[in-house]
């Protein structure tokens, strides 16, 4: 009986797809047609946000990793991690650091056709650093004291305090003097911006006046496709011609095409609400460092594709990674029971605690999964998994501090170490575990301000030595970064920043 | 029905004070100062009473002016351009599948009350009822997509680029939404035919010579059809539910996917309106059935 239920039903399907079939094929190939010219299809899985002024500093990496095809500044990173010249053809530092000369290259274009003088780079920096208004719209330029042109291709930049890490902050995107992006985007990138339609797509199309290396395709849409199996589908079906940020078990199911791995550049972790209890206890944060293998929760929740990580820094930063802090909590369970009865718990008074995920960030919700897990072969330790969505996420978690403990990831959107560092300074206002010590405070102070870069490094190591040692956090990892794209697509470079360079993607034969 | 719109307006706007977080939350998020909130609260006038506020949209609304969208820069009418129209396209595909599916099965079924294909439509019909269109959507892109190669998965043009295009990429989606439907509508038919076909009425109606096809044409739809109409009207605004799900399956770019987007960034003027849309699909298609109804059963006055 149930056989011929399902044959039945399946011969009613057949039936109704013949009825559409025809209809079907001609416009499925009528769409890769229109794809042959240099045209590239990108899968994001959200839309972008409100403005695309590259100034307000945006709460989605996604919409900087697509921006980053648009906007230059006077640097741009490179996907060594070094910054190089953009906007400027070179700048120099004086002693003190904080004065840092701009030579204007010659020849920029904006997307309207007009070229780049000092005026532009002038208001742009003065609009980024609210020097006008004396409120910065990015916190990274506070710093700025000043922006004068000298001459007709010279800027000076001076800033309030030292700050060597000041260069790779005028990523700062450069924008026509007097515009605002609220009424057209206009950069200096190799992609100019075409349109967008919200939860559907944003278009760029080649910038052919582009100073540098002209961008390799003609057109890039960046279509939203929110769901993970659509996302899979659509990479599938030949539908998108690429997606990036795809994780472990997604880029199983998509083998057969070109799956390349890198890391998506950002400490995840249990971050810790350090500013009460129970975590207000550096043994019930230890003993948690201790019980949590970090090896074990990448193999379990992400097929052992990740990098296990020791402290608030990721290994595309270099020199100032430092890798000995990966393994200074070695796993070991009876140190941390012995820490937890220490502290007061026991199997009968075990530690309860909640795990603030966004629920939409599989990743982050496998990774609660094996830490509730490894934590209760504690037989001490009760920890729950409360799904949010992200908005409640950004109100009740992190600005409202109102947390025990949450999984997520923290990237950097400069090439700084204070971008992953600067945070956990007491008074830092992103400080949202609460963080507080002298010493690292102390070491964060001497890092920014020295001009020394060897002593910057030391300090920089410091302070993560310290958050390490404090177990401010329980560190795991940095996520696996998997980008599928079809087998006819080319170029992709993954970057130590969250961003998606679509210049030198192209299709092939 | 003015009331009924007025009503659901208001809860929908009264619905975001008890959800945790707001536009603002969302705007800032990891650059959240209280400061810089309470700013751009001040700014975008959300620290004022929500009754305020309400009166505020209201009037804008029924001015024509719908607002700006708080996540896109653009005022809700630009948000919304275009997006109507696949979530309107697909919803009446849907419905006309699931009324050329379910009256000439639920009418042939009922003819052959107890036979062998009656009780097997009669448990597919279980099943197909019991199947979410998610899960449909699912199969069906795996089934057609991938292996079959029907359509693509993920695909989508504009209407105004490709008409016949367009609609084909809607067919699979609109079917996935159509068959848990079509399901209950055949179920329905036949067991109100069934119970009609009993009655005395019908018994006297054969009795005249009438043929079984026309006793079923004259007499018998009529009044077998009364329940139906009205089931079948309701089913529009359950369609209209349906696809919000759909869409995101198919990733079309819909109402449904816009709701759903703006609801997590907290973008009132875009939620109120497309929940007054789907408000007013709803309030209208139920004095729709009246209608039709009091058209199939004069007795039945519209009070």
């Known amino acids: 009986m149930t056989k011929r239920i399902l044959a039945l039903a399946m011969a009613v399907l057949m039936t109704a797809a013949l009825f559409v079939g025809g209809g079907q094929s001609a416009f499925a190939a009528s769409g890769s047609a229109a794809d042959a010219a240099g045209e590239i299809t990108v899968g994001i899985a959200s839309d972008l946000d409100s403005s695309l002024d590259p100034h307000v500093s945006s709460s989605l990496a996604g919409t900087r990793e697509v921006l980053f095809n648009i906007y230059e500044g006077l640097m741009k990173p490179d996907t060594q991690g070094n910054l190089i010249p953009a906007v400027a053809e070179s700048y120099t530092v004086n002693d003190t650091a904080d004065e840092y000369t701009f030579t204007l290259r010659e020849g920029v274009r904006f997307h309207n056709g007009n070229e780049v003088t000092v005026g532009d780079i002038v208001y742009s920096l003065t609009r980024a650093a609210g020097l006008e208004t004396g409120e910065p719209l990015m916190a990274t330029l506070a710093g700025v004291k000043a922006v004068e042109a000298t001459d007709d291709k010279t800027v000076v930049v001076t800033l309030s305090a030292p700050d060597a890490e000041f260069i790779a902050y005028t990523t700062a995107a450069v924008i026509p003097e007097g515009s605002d992006p609220a009424d057209g985007i206009i950069g200096t990138g190799p992609f100019k911006y075409v349109s967008r339609s919200p939860q559907e797509n944003v278009v760029i199309e080649r910038f052919d006046d582009y100073w540098g290396e002209p961008a390799r395709c003609a057109k890039v849409t960046f279509r939203i496709i929110d769901d993970g199996q659509a996302m899979v589908m659509a990479l599938h079906s030949g539908a998108i011609d690429l997606a990036a940020h795809l994780d472990a078990s997604q880029a199983a199911e998509l083998s057969g095409l070109n799956v390349l791995e890198g890391s998506m550049n950002l400490v995840q972790a249990l971050y810790l609400n350090n500013a009460r209890a129970p975590f207000d206890d550096i043994r019930v944060r230890q003993a948690l460092c201790y019980a949590i293998d970090k090896v074990m929760v990448i193999d379990l929740a992400c097929d052992g594709h990740g990098t296990p990580l020791g402290s608030s820094m990721y290994p595309a930063f270099g020199r100032f990674f430092d890798e000995d802090l990966t393994g200074y909590y070695e796993p070991d369970m009876a140190k941390a029971m012995e820490l937890l009865a220490e502290a007061g718990y026991s199997s009968d008074k075990p530690l309860k605690f909640t795990i603030a995920v966004v629920e939409a960030y599989t990743p982050h919700m496998n990774t609660a999964q094996a830490v509730v897990e490894l934590l209760r072969q504690t037989g001490m330790v009760e920890a729950e998994i409360q799904p949010m969505e992200n908005a409640t996420w950004y109100s009740e978690a992190y600005q409202g501090r109102n947390f025990d403990a949450t999984i997520t990831g923290m990237d950097a959107s400069t090439l700084t170490a204070s971008a992953l560092l600067g945070r956990f300074v007491s008074d830092n206002a992103k400080n949202f575990i609460g963080f507080a010590s002298d010493d690292y405070d102390a070491a964060y102070a001497a890092a920014v301000s020295t001009t020394d870069a060897d002593e910057q490094t030391a300090k920089f190591r410091e302070c993560e030595t310290i958050l390490t040692e404090n177990a401010a956090n329980v560190y795991i990892q940095d996520l696996a970064d998997f980008v599928v794209t079809q087998t006819d697509i080319q170029g992709y470079q993954f970057y130590p920043l969250y961003v998606m360079d679509m210049s030198t993607v192209c299709r092939v034969g | ?303």
Request: hydrophobic share 55%.
């Open chain 2, 1 to 303: 029905m003015a009331v009924t719109l007025l009503l659901i307006s208001l809860l929908a706007f009264l619905a975001f004070q008890f959800i945790p977080g707001d536009p603002v939350t969302n705007l800032l998020g990891s650059d959240y100062t209280p400061e810089r909130a309470a700013a751009l609260r001040h700014e975008m006038g959300l620290d004022r009473n929500v009754f305020v506020r309400y009166w505020d949209w209201l009037t804008g609304f029924v001015t024509g002016d719908m607002g700006e969208s708080y996540s896109y820069g653009m005022t809700v009418g630009q948000v919304m351009e275009g997006k109507g129209a696949v979530t309107a396209a697909l919803s009446l595909m849907a419905w006309l599948l699931v009324i050329a599916i379910s009256i000439p099965l639920g009418i042939t079924l009922s003819r052959y009350q107890g036979g062998r294909l009656d009780r097997v439509f009669v448990a597919m019909n279980q099943v197909f009822m019991a199947i979410p269109p998610f899960f449909l959507g699912i199969l069906f892109t795996y089934v057609f997509g991938l292996v079959l190669k029907l359509f693509v998965p993920g695909g989508f043009v504009r209407p105004e680029q490709d008409f016949w295009g367009f609609l084909g990429y809607l067919v699979f989606p609109a079917l996935a939404i159509a068959i848990p439907k079509a399901a209950m509508v055949t179920k329905l038919l036949r067991s109100s035919i069934l119970g009609q076909m009993g009655q005395d009425y019908v018994r006297t109606a054969y009795s005249r010579g009438n043929s079984r096809w026309s006793v079923l044409k004259k007499h018998v739809l009529r009044n077998a059809l009364l329940p139906v109409v009205t089931f079948v009207a309701m089913t529009l605004a359950d369609i209209v539910a349906g696809s919000i799900v759909v869409e995101q399956v198919f990733a079309l770019p819909g109402l449904g996917r816009l709701l759903l987007a703006s609801i997590g960034n907290r973008d009132y003027p875009v939620v109120q309106c497309i929940v007054v849309i789907i408000a007013f699909v709803v309030v209208f298609m139920n004095y729709l059935a009246d209608v039709v109804t009091q058209t199939i059963d004069p007795r039945i006055r519209l009070g």
